[in-house]
């Protein structure tokens, strides 16, 4: 009997630990395959000539707002199939590798902007007007204190929001990270905060086990508060992301694209492209400032 492609599937992210968010990107792929074939994908279907089929089919269907899709997402979903085919090639399930197109994706300017950091400056103090409980904590300190550590450590949403006390260190205005909390579960990093930071931390520390910021909600909900408090504080919102494309453009303005990478703890090359903002640090442009003038024998004249 030929095994579903499911069913490889559900070996292959239990080896390789795949988180939840994973899980269900690679079901919405599989959800695509089976619909493209009209039936559900069998190993037998791990055929170049059938995947490269899906892949152009894929890229001629329009997306759900009727526009046509990236090539970015297509070559998503050419890199998600390969990986679960090399698998069941290696257990010999699939009769051979995959060999399949490549799928140029062009490189863009970047599209997503920071906060500045005047805009950081007033969501905090805005923040800090906010009124009632999160997580059994006043809200003004619970926000305040979260947007400053995101600005000062560039770390991610939820990496910054399983961060727990026995990881802070006020005396030494440090914070770590752990691997374990951080997308793709790497390493420990050691990030450090103000010492202002470090003061409003100390008004609500609690025991090292706790959470330093707890959240009591509807799950998500936060990205819907921090629009509510972007439009009081007049910022243009920008989501958490935009706090971390901040912490990397300030880090790029001072010490340059190095700088950035290290801060953010990235391995991707094309990191300035995606997290400097070019209003904050300026990146390569077609600036006249550098070329030598030329001698044109005077000033202009109106031709004859």
Not at 186 to 203: N, Q, W
Not at 237 to 251: D, E
Not at 260 to 274: E, K
């Amino acid at each position: 009997m030929t095994m579903l492609v499911r069913e490889v599937f559900e070996r292959y992210s239990l080896l390789r630990g795949l988180k939840p968010r994973s899980v269900i990107l690679y079901d919405m792929l599989w959800d695509r395959f089976d619909g493209f074939l009209g039936r559900p994908a069998t190993v037998a279907d791990f055929d170049d000539l059938v995947v490269s089929r899906y892949l152009k089919w894929r890229a001629e269907t329009p997306g759900g707002r009727g526009k046509p899709l990236s090539p970015a997402s297509v070559r998503k979903d050419r890199v998600m199939i390969a990986a679960v085919w090399n698998y069941a090639a290696k257990k010999r399930w699939a009769a051979e590798f995959p060999e399949l197109p490549k799928i140029k994706v062009p490189k863009r300017l970047p599209t997503g902007r920071a906060y500045t950091a005047d805009d950081v400056s007033r969501l905090v103090r805005q923040a800090k007007h906010r009124i009632g409980h999160t997580g059994g904590l006043p809200s003004a300190w619970w926000w305040s204190t979260l947007l400053y550590t995101i600005y000062c450590t560039g770390e991610r949403f939820e990496a910054a929001t399983s961060l727990r006390w026995a990881q802070v260190d006020l005396d030494r205005c440090r914070v770590v990270f752990l691997g374990s909390t951080r997308k793709g579960s790497t390493r420990d990093i050691e990030r450090a905060i103000t010492p202002d930071l470090a003061a409003m931390l100390r008004m609500y520390q609690r025991q090292p086990e706790d959470l330093v910021w707890p959240w009591d909600r509807k799950s998500r909900s936060q990205w819907a508060s921090l629009k509510v408090l972007c439009r009081t504080a007049g910022v243009q919102y920008r989501g958490f992301h935009g706090l971390r494309r901040t912490a990397a453009s300030y880090a790029a303005l001072a010490g340059g694209a190095a700088a950035a990478t290290q801060l953010l703890d990235h391995s991707d090359p094309n990191l300035q492209r995606v997290y400097v903002d070019p209003l904050i640090c300026p990146q390569e442009s077609n600036s006249t400032a550098a070329l030598p003038p030329l001698d044109l024998g005077g000033g202009p004249r109106k031709p004859k």
